[in-house]
């Protein structure tokens, strides 16, 4: 028994139909066949805040109060979950790659330079994936728990909200290299930090008020000795440096050793989210390099977005939550046959 004619042109229409509008509206193929498809996708990445409004509403309260007890714990979680989705985006885009254990076939950026024995936060999410396996299965990805991981941090530490848009699927691949390469080093000058920033589509501004996250958390001793010790190669300190701030930070950084000592990035403030980083950093006591030459380094649509956030804390509010938004979108999984929603964050499905 053979198809009619007209049964195979209609069944080739409708799938070309499907093609092209996955083609064309990559994250617009879930949104489609489920029940978020009435509200409107970003044009461009196809992430929308209502991804989820259907399929698992309680998303966000399930993060926020799994956030609320670790943050309770450990003061410092907050800071450690905001930066854990910079250190996920800027690497192959907000994919969740961040999050995967080495294996057979993924070589883990847990172990690039700049994340060895400094990210944290992974089994915070570990605990939030596992709430919401249990209440909406197979659902909420690993990227978007990142997201709002941050997002929940921000607001729980007296920061800004933001309409969050959501859908990213996640990578089956991790980038050790990219990690290397992409994220910017402590010692970085202004240059250096706009090119690494621009290669992410991130502009200037984006640069000053995504510093801003600072404003929390705290740097090992080993990132800012340099400041100390031997600033330009001449065995003396970088003489931005306030002098009682510098005599301060000797203490917590012996010229030898201590390199896993801690200080906060935002002396004045070091767990609420404000813009006393930004006048830390007017009054020569900001704790990385890459913090003072936000002001230091002759870029003066810069240092003037530093000198306005450190007067306008609700300008920094604003300018942050567009800022993040922007970076959570940065080359996000959304199409029919991209990237995958993990049972596990640390591993890929088909590793099960
Ligand atoms: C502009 C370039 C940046 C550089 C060079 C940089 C560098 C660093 C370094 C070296 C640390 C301390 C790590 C350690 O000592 O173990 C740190 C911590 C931190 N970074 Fe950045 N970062 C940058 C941008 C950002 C951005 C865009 C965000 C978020 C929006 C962010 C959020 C944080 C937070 C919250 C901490 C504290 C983490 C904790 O206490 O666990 N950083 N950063």
């Avoid at 190669?233 to 005599?247: A, I, M, N, V």
Wanted: proline share 5%; charged share 20%; aromatic share 10%.
């Amino acid at each position: 028994m053979g198809f009619s004619d007209g049964y195979l042109l209609s069944l080739t229409t409708v799938s070309l139909f499907f093609s092209l509008s996955i083609a064309f509206f990559p994250g617009y193929d879930t949104h489609f066949m489920g029940p978020g498809f009435p509200y409107e996708a970003h044009p461009l990445t196809g992430l929308c805040p209502e991804y989820y409004q259907f399929t698992c509403p309680q998303a966000d309260k399930i993060v926020i109060s799994v956030l609320k007890e670790a943050i309770a714990k450990d003061p410092r979680m907050a800071a450690s979950l905001l930066r854990l989705h910079f250190h996920d985006c800027i690497v192959q885009g907000c994919d969740a790659s961040v999050l995967l254990d080495d294996s057979h076939y993924i070589v883990s950026e847990k172990n690039a330079k700049p994340n060895k024995n400094s990210l944290r936060g992974f089994e915070v999410i570990d605990q939030i994936k596992e709430q919401l396996e249990e209440a909406c299965p197979s659902t909420v990805s690993c990227a978007d728990i990142i997201a709002l991981a941050a997002r929940g941090s921000t607001v729980l530490s007296g920061g800004p909200t933001w309409e969050l848009p959501l859908g990213r699927k996640v990578s089956k691949t991790a980038s050790l290299k990219g990690a290397n390469a992409n994220i910017p080093p402590p010692n970085s000058t202004i240059q250096n930090l706009i090119a690494l920033f621009a290669r992410q589509g991130l502009d200037q501004g984006d640069l000053a008020t995504l510093s801003g996250g600072h404003t929390i958390g705290v740097a090992r001793c080993v990132n800012f000795k340099q400041r100390l010790y031997n600033q330009n190669g001449d065995k003396k300190p970088d003489e931005t440096l306030e002098r009682s701030f510098y005599y301060s930070l000797e203490r917590v950084c012996p010229r030898t050793g201590g390199d896993n000592n801690i200080s906060p990035l935002d002396y004045a403030s070091p767990v609420k989210f404000d813009n006393y980083y930004y006048k830390s950093i007017l009054a020569q006591r900001g704790l990385l390099n890459s913090d003072e030459v936000l002001l230091t380094g002759k870029d003066q649509f810069v240092a003037g977005l530093v000198k306005s956030y450190a007067e306008d804390e609700a300008l920094f509010f604003d300018h942050f939550s567009k800022s993040m938004v922007k970076m959570g979108q940065i080359n996000p999984l959304t199409g029919y046959n991209q990237g995958e929603v993990r049972k596990n964050c640390r591993r890929v499905n088909d590793a099960f």
